[in-house]
């Protein structure tokens, strides 16, 4: 667990040098404009959730479902056991994004089109979670894109309508979760 989360500080480093909020020699889009820098930001366990319950989602478990059917009847027990091992981890994983506050970058890979189309629309230089802004500068506007990229990722409707359920409840601590220490 601890390798999958050790990258997100890369990534957000990464996503600020490109955006051009630290020494990047460019400025951002909305800055050359004259305009003030516009940061998209999303509320991760709405979006984890909305995740949990959309198409993308669904074929990544049923391809783990029928690599596991194909293990089992290959009778390949290191393969069947290296594919449940996966999902559980991968459970808690979600576990951990909706219920608690872990990062979902590995979610957000799976649809960059969608970010990058947001993005445009909200005319947004970076797209970045809420819970990772520690501070900003009064002249950097803020733009929540939850709403929109939760929709986007297209759940079921029964899920649409329990998504902001999450934000009624405050998140768990990343400790409370079963981690399995290798």
């Not at 391809?63 to 027990?77: F, S, W």
């Not at 986007?152 to 601590?173: A, F, G, S, V």
Request: charge should be negative.
């Amino acid at each position: 667990m601890r390798a999958r989360l050790s990258g997100i500080g890369l990534t957000v480093l990464a996503a600020f040098v490109a955006a051009g909020l630290l020494g990047s020699p460019g400025e951002p889009e909305a800055t050359k404009a004259g305009g003030k820098l516009r940061i998209g930001t999303y509320k991760s366990r709405v979006v984890a959730m909305a995740y949990a319950g959309c198409e993308i989602h669904e074929r990544q478990l049923e391809k783990l479902r029928l690599e596991h059917q194909k293990a089992k009847e290959a009778k390949d027990g290191a393969k069947v056991k290296e594919l449940e091992e996966k999902g559980k981890d991968q459970q808690n994983l979600r576990h951990m994004q909706v219920f608690g506050n872990a990062p979902i970058h590995d979610l957000l890979a799976t649809i960059p089109e969608i970010l990058q189309e947001e993005a445009r629309k909200a005319r947004v230089d970076i797209i970045v979670r809420q819970e990772d802004i520690a501070y900003r500068e009064p002249s950097v506007e803020l733009v929540d894109m939850t709403e929109s990229l939760a929709r986007r990722i297209q759940p079921k409707e029964e899920r649409l309508k329990k998504i902001w359920e999450i934000e009624k409840h405050p998140p768990l601590p990343l400790e409370e979760f079963p981690i399995e220490e290798d």
